[in-house]
T-cell receptor
Framework: AQSVTQPDIHITVSEGASLELRCNYS??????LFWYVQSPGQGLQLLLK??????LVQGIKGFEAEFKRSQSSFNLRKPSVHWSDAAEYFC???????????FGQGTTLQVKP | NAGVTQTPKFQVLKTGQSMTLQCAQD?????MSWYRQDPGMGLRLIHY???????DQGEVPNGYNVSRSTTEDFPLRLLSAAPSQTSVYFC??????????????FGDGTRLSIL
């Protein structure tokens, strides 16, 4: 079955600390992987995407993610978190011409001053 | 460039009423889709369209209808609203090239309450 799991529902980090949000997927074909961020009351904004090639991808706002095929993971990282990063983060997987994008349950990030 | 526009932003309905959630995009995207977002469940695909005149069901299609008569518009119809359809609804679009492998652009959502 196709699925995305974000094991951490809620994470709290101190401002300036590093961050890693976990994402594991199950997908039968070559996956296209995404991370989106959602601020309260807003739609989803694309942070970064992986289609092929270099397994370490850079995104907006200083985020990066690493695709590890052997672990079926696509974890999101940031070296130093800012208070404005507090939001909900979604990992998603899709494929070429499948017509479907499958989302994880989301991870809520709280940033302590 | 407005991107993806959803109307209304908020709506309260009574059980059994019908309504249409509007979605329009001005990016000439071929792919459009509707998701619902519920706490702890992420976003779930309701219906999607790969071009004008073509629609298909997603993960949770029951109780919803869609049509795609133009490239720009993709309305979602609730035929007979039920409290279980209380949710936040998002419309998204993406370019046709690469299919849904392309990143999707999301609207700001419609917050729907069914009493």
């Amino acid at each position: 079955a196709q699925s995305v799991t974000q094991p951490d529902i809620h994470i709290t980090v101190s401002e300036g600390a590093s961050l890693e949000l976990r994402c594991n997927y199950s997908y039968g074909a070559t996956p296209y992987l995404f991370w989106y961020v959602q601020s309260p009351g807003q739609g989803l904004q694309l942070l970064l995407k992986y289609f092929s090639g270099d397994t370490l991808v850079q995104g907006i706002k200083g985020f990066e993610a690493e695709f590890k095929r052997s672990q079926s993971s696509f974890n999101l990282r940031k070296p130093s978190v800012h208070w404005s990063d507090a939001a909900e983060y979604f990992c998603a997987v899709g494929g070429v011409n499948t017509g479907k994008l499958i989302f994880g349950q989301g991870t809520t990030l709280q940033v302590k001053p | 460039n407005a991107g993806v526009t959803q109307t209304p932003k908020f709506q309260v309905l009574k059980t059994g009423q019908s309504m249409t959630l509007q979605c329009a995009q001005d990016m000439n995207h071929e792919y459009m889709s509707w998701y619902r977002q519920d706490p702890g469940m992420g976003l779930r695909l309701i219906h999607y369209s790969v071009g004008a005149g073509i629609t298909d069901q997603g993960e949770v299609p029951n109780g919803y209808n869609v049509s795609r008569s133009t490239t720009e518009d993709f309305p979602l119809r609730l035929l007979s609203a039920a409290p279980s359809q209380t949710s936040v609804y998002f419309c998204a679009s993406s370019p046709g090239t690469g299919g849904f492998g392309q990143p999707q652009h999301f609207g700001d959502g419609t917050r729907l309450s069914i009493l």
